[in-house]
């Protein structure tokens, strides 16, 4: 097991973006290269820079990656307002994505003060 994979905060990422890529699915078809296709490199982009952070080694580095993975944790809720005022997702679906992305960001600023504490 890779030392990312036995982060809670990579697991919940990495949940999210398999429910941003299953609700996506049911996107208008001529969305999948507009909002379709920027909302899942989004929240990729979370989970992604969570698992480059945790490989580097100075601390500094590390609270680096977890602001980019914050900072593209709020793109992806800005992508789903969207996404609802325009109808393509469900009020259900999106207080659930909601709930799953404001867990997710408690976790990444935990971690991200962790990281800059142990700077000092």
């Keep these: 097991m890779f030392p990312f994979e036995k982060l809670e905060t990579w697991q919940l990422a990495k949940d999210l973006a398999i429910s941003i890529y299953n609700i996506s699915k049911n996107f208008p078809i001529e969305e999948q290269y507009g909002l379709v296709n920027q909302i899942k490199r989004g929240v990729i982009s979370v989970a992604s820079?969570?698992?480059?952070?945790?490989?580097?080694?100075?601390?500094?580095?590390?609270?680096?990656?977890?602001?980019?993975?914050?900072?593209?944790?709020?793109?992806?809720?800005?992508?789903?307002?969207?996404?609802?005022?325009?109808?393509?997702?469900?009020?259900?679906?999106?207080q659930n994505l909601r709930e799953k992305i404001r867990t997710v960001s408690i976790k990444i600023n935990a971690l991200r003060r962790s990281q800059r504490e142990r700077m000092k």
């Design 49 to 94: 820079n969570l698992a480059e952070g945790s490989s580097r080694i100075s601390k500094k580095e590390q609270a680096h990656f977890s602001q980019i993975s914050y900072s593209s944790l709020m793109e992806v809720m800005c992508q789903l307002n969207i996404a609802l005022e325009l109808g393509f997702i469900e009020e259900e679906e999106f």
